[in-house]
């Protein structure tokens, strides 16, 4: 399966052709591949910091977390949720919000084994998550570039994966076919509870996000998946603190109290929701 095929310039919206390291709309607007493959589709007008997204050090904390199989299990029950309607021999899929990779990658890994072909797309507003995520898998179309204005053509993909991210529903019904599907993997209300009751003095009441219908689709199936991580160290303690948000909600004196930890069991409480875009 080419990379970097059927994409749109993120300026006008015109399709993008590879000419050897670059993509090029026919307006004149260049995207020069980076050394590890991917493009920055991201222009410099659309960004809201000199450096949106995550963090270098929030990268490799996630990548070092992640690599270690902890999450697992979110990947099986994407597979073994996954609409069968939806199944096919080829299966063009954008994980919107990729981060470093990991969650692509895997599902690619898995399909491949099941005689599926997957036509895979990635895409976050982090250089240094796509840059991470350019070196884990060469099968891929790496892209930096927003939710808000995808640089891709209607009707681009069978499904949308957001995990953990930041939704832009109508962009997303834009770009997925008219039998699309929608994957929305968030936390439940028990995740990580044990973390946050060391960080925080009250923990806030649970409210559940996009529990209304959606605009633009129809809920399929939801499910939850509970299941224990157990870190061994003080070190990986760390490594999943700095890719949470509670990194940067939690107070010095709630980072402070769990440096006395050497080891932690924690609830991983995961909501999984399919949609269907209507027609």
């Known amino acids: ?43 410099v007008q659309n960004k809201r910091s000199k ?11 996630r990548q070092a977390f992640l690599n270690q199989q902890h999450y697992f299990p979110i990947v099986e029950t994407i597979l073994s949720s996954w609409p069968e309607d939806n ?3 080829d299966l063009r899929i954008l994980d919107a919000g990729c ?9 690619g890994r898995l399909f491949t084994a099941q005689g599926i072909v997957t036509d895979r797309v990635g895409l976050d507003i982090s250089k240094w998550a796509v840059t991470a995520a350019s070196k884990r898998d060469k099968d891929v179309s790496w892209l930096v570039a927003s939710n808000a204005r995808l640089p891709m053509p209607n009707e681009r993909f069978d499904a949308v994966l957001c995990l953990f991210g930041f939704p832009v529903f109508a962009e997303f019904s834009r770009v997925l076919s008219e039998s699309g599907v929608l994957l929305l993997v968030e936390s439940g209300e028990d995740h990580l509870i044990e ?18 219908e959606l605009a633009d ?25 700095s890719m949470t948000p509670h990194m940067h909600k939690a107070s010095y004196e709630g980072r402070e109290l769990l440096k ?7 609830t991983a409480d995961i909501k999984f929701r399919w949609y269907q875009k209507k027609h």
């Open 51 to 61: 450096d949106p997204g995550d963090s270098k050090e929030m990268v490799a904390a």
């Open 195 to 212: 973390l946050r009751k060391i960080l925080y003095p009250a923990i806030h009441e649970y409210k559940p996000t996009f529990a209304s």
């Open 260 to 266: 006395q930890h050497d080891s932690l069991t924690l």
């Open 99 to 107: 981060g470093e990779g990991y969650y692509l990658n895997e599902i």
């Open 1 to 43: 399966m080419p990379i970097l095929n059927n994409l749109s310039c993120p300026i006008d919206l015109a399709p993008l052709h590879r000419n050897e390291r670059s993509l090029i709309c026919p307006h004149g607007h260049t995207y020069d591949l980076a050394k590890s493959g991917y493009v920055n589709l991201l222009p």
């Open 87 to 89: 199944l096919r021999g």
């Open 217 to 241: 689709f129809g809920l399929i199936s939801e499910s939850s998946k509970r299941f224990f991580i157990t870190l061994d160290s003080q070190e990986k303690i760390q490594q999943l603190l």
